[in-house]
């Protein structure tokens, strides 16, 4: 070694060895200090000490009760059903190991800091601290102890991980169309940008194996299902219910807290997933993969109905669009610019589906309509559809339809040649156009009832 390079490594080996010492840290204190003027400096200090303290104790504040909401939306910890009281029976046990581990490292170095201090009077300019190595009791300790936690942590892990990604779905009978039918309970989930659909199908059975063969080209045009929502995917309570995930364009992640963990959707890929409800209810989800523009306003509900309410639920799904006859109604005229602006991607059974060959959009998908107005939130589970008196959301549903890049951001508008939009698109629509076709809308399925409409309240 060269005398430069060791005279440097000697020189920065001591800097850290007396970074104790009293000579060098008064030195470096006095020159942070009086780097400017001595005075002016403190006064500063001191002022920003004065007003940080309050500001660090209310920001901490602030962040440990943000955790306390009773009503949070997405709270992990407000479990509603057996797999997610799994989760949590494996996260409450880890979180308080983590806890006291964290306790004892920072308390230790807390404590060794205390007692280690350097008396502001000492001079340790030459001096050596006395070195220490090679204590075989602590190596050993320390070695062995995070290995049995680790073990145990994976084992607990483990059983857990199985637990929640087993599917036992138990059939249950429904009715579809008067015919007595047993359904295996399960929902195919699609992912796109930026909304959920959920596919029912009643009257075949469609497993994950019969959608892996469909293999990445299977593109929007999945078997047809007897229902089809988006949004909000209704469950019977009490009932374990097998999810099939997947996408149509870009990966997602589905997450209803209070009923399991997150699942990756993942385009040409069919993961088997399950939900179970305790209680009748309304369960807040959001998209947890970062797939775009308007990913954070990727939202869903998934809505537990008692089995008597499912069958309602499933009755008045299956039933068609009635479509307005009567030529000088807002219906009428909104069922024409229906047909004009808006069938080449929406299908509405009973009026467009003689001619549906899914929508000219990326993802080769958008929202089945033939419902609509028996759902409560619409635009990704962004908006509401009725105000809280029961009456129809207009204002929104106008603004939506008037121009969605303005309410939702999304691909959608100039695009580059060839290309086709990630979202809904401006149509362009007259005000009188939109006011029609909001009165067909709202003709499209049954209207919930006032307790649903106020369940599914979105803010
Ligand atoms: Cu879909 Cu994030």
Not at 136 to 163: D, K, Q
Not at 280 to 290: A, D, K, L, M, W
Not at 298 to 313: E, K, N, S, Y
């Amino acid at each position: 070694m060269s005398d430069p390079v060791r005279s440097l490594i000697s020189r920065a080996a001591r800097a850290a060895v007396f970074s104790r010492s009293g000579s060098l840290r008064s030195r470096a204190a006095r020159a942070a200090v009086f780097s400017r003027s001595g005075s002016l400096r403190s006064r500063a200090a001191r002022a920003a000490g004065f007003s940080r303290r309050p500001l660090g104790l209310v920001l901490g504040l602030v962040l440990v009760l943000a955790g306390c909401a009773q009503d949070a939306e997405l709270d992990t910890f407000q479990d509603r059903s057996e797999t997610a009281r799994q989760i949590n029976d494996l996260m409450y046990p880890v979180l308080i190991v983590a806890g006291v581990v964290l306790a004892l490292v920072c308390g230790a170095i807390l404590w060794l800091a205390v007692k280690n201090r350097v008396p502001a009077d000492k001079d340790y300019e030459g001096e050596f601290p006395t070195q220490v190595s090679h204590n075989n009791r602590l190596e050993i300790g320390w070695t062995i102890g995070p290995a049995v936690i680790m073990t145990v942590i994976a084992v607990a892990t483990l059983i857990t991980h199985v637990a929640v990604n087993s599917t036992e779905a138990n059939a249950i009978e429904v009715q579809v169309d008067g015919q007595t039918e047993t359904w295996e309970p399960r929902v195919v989930v699609v992912g796109q940008q930026w909304w959920w659909e959920y596919r029912y199908y009643l009257t075949r059975d469609i497993t994950t194996e019969d959608l892996g063969k469909l293999g990445e080209d299977a593109d929007w045009e999945l078997p047809r299902a007897d229902i089809v929502t988006a949004g909000q995917m209704v469950i019977p309570t009490g009932q374990e219910v097998e999810l099939i995930i997947t996408s149509r364009d870009v990966i997602h992640s589905h997450w209803i807290p209070a009923l399991n963990g997150k699942k990756d959707a993942v385009p040409g890929l069919y993961t088997p997933w399950k939900l179970e409800a305790d209680e009748p209810g309304v369960y807040f989800g959001q998209c947890t993969e970062f797939c775009g523009l308007s990913h954070s306003r990727m939202r869903m509900q998934a809505v537990a109905v008692t089995p008597g309410d499912f069958q309602d639920w499933i009755d008045a799904q299956m039933d068609e669009a009635t479509m307005p006859t009567d030529e000088d109604t807002a219906e009428y005229r909104g069922m024409e610019v229906f047909t004009n602006y808006c069938a080449s991607c929406h299908l509405v059974t009973g009026l467009n589906d003689g001619d549906y060959n899914g929508a000219e959009t990326y993802s080769g998908s958008a929202p089945d309509l033939t419902h609509f107005a028996g759902r409560t939130t619409f635009a990704g589970g962004l908006f509401n559809l009725y105000n809280p008196d029961g009456s129809l959301n207009d204002d929104d549903l106008a603004a939506w339809i008037r121009n969605p890049n303005d309410v939702k951001e999304n691909y959608a508008d100039d695009l580059p040649e060839g290309s086709l939009p990630r979202g809904m698109p401006d149509m362009g629509l007259s005000e009188r156009q939109i006011s029609d076709v909001i009165a067909l809308l709202a003709t499209l399925g049954p209207r919930p009832t006032e307790a649903q409409i106020l369940a599914t309240e979105v803010e």
